[in-house]
């Protein structure tokens, strides 16, 4: 593991793995790190949240292990589950050799042979290299008695498994929590973490993160893009493009040969960098032309 001693450590550590990190959220990256606390992440979708959790982990030689939530995840299907087809098998062998000794088969059917761990679970046990980075992505779209679970898993670093007790990680896992609050997470739950709003980057932010994700593209080509996608973001759109659609384009563009923008080649390819039809549908032709030309009067150097 790379030795981290201070906020700029972090910044080049991430920028190693072409992840643009401003000194605000290096401080908080910093400080999780320094202080082992769980750090939740929240922000519009597409502003490089998760992205954050595979730098790092990329970065500190770390294992990755991702919980992707959704609505009706339960506390069982995060930590482990049984592998009851395994488990049929041995009953059945046990029926056909006259093995009938029942304690001793139910003790064999619920051990860890027979356990299939969730990423919680795998989060806690020791891992090549030092204690994993475990994401836990998009916790907005899980309900109230999963976070009230969390409560207990991130103060402790420990889960519970009925018919084998109590697990507890020999080294708490770093841990990254994601938002992209299409609900308030409880506050229970963010007292627990380090927290920090991920917002939208500044032009010349975005300009620096095209630089490090996409290094042969054209630097004029470049400017119009990313002037293009923070002027869209103003407008009244039901999902506004994140750097991750403006990253996508511009691989779009420069697949297509595009050396500079016109509003034929936006027509074409808006759907790299817009996901809904009504959207789409409000940038017409001659909106598109009107947004280019303001764009590009704004990029054209004074005097």
């Not at 770390?62 to 939530?69: D, P, S, V």
């Not at 996409?214 to 759109?237: C, K, M, N, S, Y």
Request: charged share 25%; net charge negative.
């Amino acid at each position: 593991m790379e030795a981290i001693a201070s906020i700029d450590d972090v910044q080049r550590m991430l920028g190693a793995q072409n992840y643009v990190c401003g000194r605000a959220l290096g401080t908080v990256v910093f400080l999780a790190l320094r202080l082992g606390r769980p750090l939740f992440l929240e922000g519009e979708a597409g502003t490089g949240k998760t992205e954050i959790a595979k730098a790092l982990a990329a970065a500190l030689g770390r294992r990755l292990i991702r919980l992707q939530c959704y609505e009706g995840l339960d506390a069982a299907a995060a930590v482990y589950e049984w592998n009851f087809a395994r488990q049929m098998i041995a009953i059945r062998t046990a029926e056909a050799t006259g093995a009938t000794n029942r304690d001793a088969l139910t003790d064999e059917l619920f051990s860890e042979a027979y356990l299939s761990p969730r990423p919680l679970l795998e989060a806690m046990r020791p891992q090549e290299g030092g204690p994993p980075v475990l994401l836990i992505d998009e916790i907005d779209r899980t309900d109230e008695p999963f976070e009230a679970f969390l409560l207990e898993a991130l103060s402790d670093f420990q889960v519970t498994i009925p018919e084998l007790g109590t697990i507890r990680a020999p080294e708490p896992p770093i841990v990254i929590l994601t938002s992209n609050r299409t609900r308030e997470v409880h506050d229970a739950l963010k007292r627990r973490c380090l927290y920090h709003w991920v917002d939208y980057p500044t032009f010349d932010r975005e300009i620096e993160i095209l630089h490090a994700r996409i290094p042969g593209a054209p630097e004029a080509l470049t400017q119009e893009i990313v002037a293009f996608v923070q002027r869209l973001r103003h407008e009244d759109l039901f999902k506004k493009p994140g750097v991750a659609e403006t990253i996508d384009w511009a691989r779009c563009l420069l697949a297509l040969d595009v050396i500079a923008l016109s509003p034929e080649v936006i027509g074409d390819t808006l759907g790299a960098i817009l996901k809904y039809q009504d959207d789409i549908q409000q940038l017409q032709t001659s909106e598109t032309r009107r947004l280019l030309e303001e764009i590009r009067r704004n990029l054209a150097p004074a005097g």
